[in-house]
């Protein structure tokens, strides 16, 4: 089993619907999540952090992150075409601070 | 505020020769990771450093192997390299705290031919 898990995609959304991308990861003992955004060719790009059960939202970008399922997910209202990119899930783990990533969702928008 | 900075943005080397990446992180920030990204997956931990040391090692061989100086910049450096290292290098800095947040540097692409 994968320590964090993404499906790859590519996930097509029309210009304007709601995007889901989700993610589940396998330490009962991870505590902060990470979403990333990485356009092609590019370096990931920190979009949103959550800590904590329940939702966080940032502008267009909504975490949720439910402990007890160990899921994390990330919703993207009116999508625009400049969304389109990998969006990697990142997972960190007790008072190391290394990330542990999934292989990324590519989000597709279309016109 | 500077972000974080890599160098080079590219590099072509050949099997069995050696490699340094350089990295400055995002002014104020205090550690600095490494990773590498396969094409088509997501970045791996290599390591981190911390006040000069390695902190936090992951699945790398030894031919990995990293510095950290005392203003906080970083090199990686990569012997013997293989056809299997080309990849895309990425550099995070953070400052240490409990929770925290990774920025990215733009990385540097490295061909192993």
């Known amino acids: 089993q994968k320590e964090v898990e993404q499906n790859s995609g590519p996930l097509s959304v029309p210009e304007g619907a709601i995007a889901s991308l989700n993610c589940t990861y396998s330490d009962r003992g991870s505590q902060s999540f990470f979403w990333y955004r990485q356009y092609s060719g590019k370096s990931p790009e920190l979009i949103m952090s959550?800590?904590?059960?329940g939702d966080k939202e940032d502008g267009r970008f909504t975490a949720q992150l439910n402990k007890a399922s160990q899921y994390v997910s990330l919703l993207i209202r009116d999508s625009q075409p400049s969304d389109s990119a990998t969006y990697l899930c990142a997972v960190q783990t007790g008072t190391a601070s290394k990330l542990t990533f999934g292989t990324g969702t590519r989000l597709q928008v279309t016109l | 505020d500077a972000g974080v900075t890599q160098s080079p943005t590219h590099l072509i080397k050949t099997r069995g020769q050696q490699v340094t990446l350089r990295c400055s992180p995002k002014?104020?920030?205090?550690?600095v990771s490494w990773y590498q990204q396969a094409l088509g997956q997501g970045p791996q931990f290599i390591f981190q450093?911390?006040?000069?040391?390695?902190?936090q090692r992951g699945n790398f061989p030894d031919r990995f192997s990293g510095h950290q100086f005392p203003n906080y910049s970083s090199e990686l450096n990569v012997n013997a390299l293989l056809l299997g290292d080309s990849a895309l290098y990425l550099c995070?800095?953070?400052?240490?705290?409990?929770?925290?947040?990774?920025?990215f540097g733009p990385g540097t692409r490295l061909l192993v031919l």
């Open positions: 959550i800590y904590s059960n």
């Open positions: 995070a800095s953070s400052l240490v705290s409990y929770q925290e947040t990774q920025y």
């Open positions: 002014s104020g920030h205090d550690t």
């Open positions: 450093y911390y006040e000069e040391e390695e902190r």
